[in-house]
């Protein structure tokens, strides 16, 4: 799966499996982040693109929640997803950030709800710098 | 740097230096995230963790706002914090996750700030799992 010869790398949505959205619900109850991968991979990933379920992201209030990530990219962590309304946004955010060499969608062409509920973000690893305390 | 024979792998604080804290002030003023950044430096990192500064993680509202990672580790991402109170606890945390084979610190021995300040956390890079779709 890491061989693959395509210009961008592969990239992954994460979805948080276990988001209750913030809502009282029985322990046993199907929980709405369950509902939203449950709907993401029936629509099918784009290609390119895995999705991975994944235990809490710990935006629990703010849920249901997802990150994107790939090698050599930021990773973008949405939160205010819902199963019944996101599934296409998120498959359509999800493939403009596999088509970025970086993570970084541009400004204009990225989903109105990834303007609005980006929850935090995170360089991608990278060498040290001069300006780190190794061992301070 | 990387060929580092400790038990635990380095850990990295990344902090955002660009953190306004949600308030407005002149482009050219010293930002409270830059503040962070220096008290952290000044005070020194505990071995084994270097602090990285790093663009905005996009917690603007929320913020100062840092990132603890580090290799095969989860990443958790923090807000609401200030120089002038949290450079100790900052530091004591990140020794505290680079004592961690995978970056969960237990709850019991986690800082305050931590519980009531996490804003995200994203799992390790893992491989390809039975239930991603790839090319949906």
Not at 89 to 96: I, K, S, V
Request: with cysteine; proline share 10%; net charge negative.
């Amino acid at each position: 799966m890491t061989d693959d010869t395509r210009a961008a790398a592969p990239a992954e949505l994460l979805v948080c499996i276990k988001c209750r959205k913030g809502q009282e619900m029985p322990e046993d109850a199907r929980r709405p982040g369950a509902h939203l991968f449950d709907a993401l991979a029936a629509r099918g990933a784009p290609e390119g693109v895995s999705i991975t379920p994944v235990e809490c992201l710990q935006n629990c209030d703010a849920g249901c929640t997802v990150a994107l990530r790939g090698p050599g990219r930021w990773t973008y962590v949405y939160g205010g997803l819902d199963a019944a309304r996101d599934v296409e946004t998120l498959l359509d955010g999800a493939a403009r950030f596999r088509d970025t060499p970086d993570g970084l969608i541009p400004w204009r062409a990225r989903p109105e709800h990834f303007k609005r509920n980006c929850v935090a973000r995170v360089p991608p690893p990278t060498l040290p710098t001069s300006e780190e305390t190794p061992h301070g």
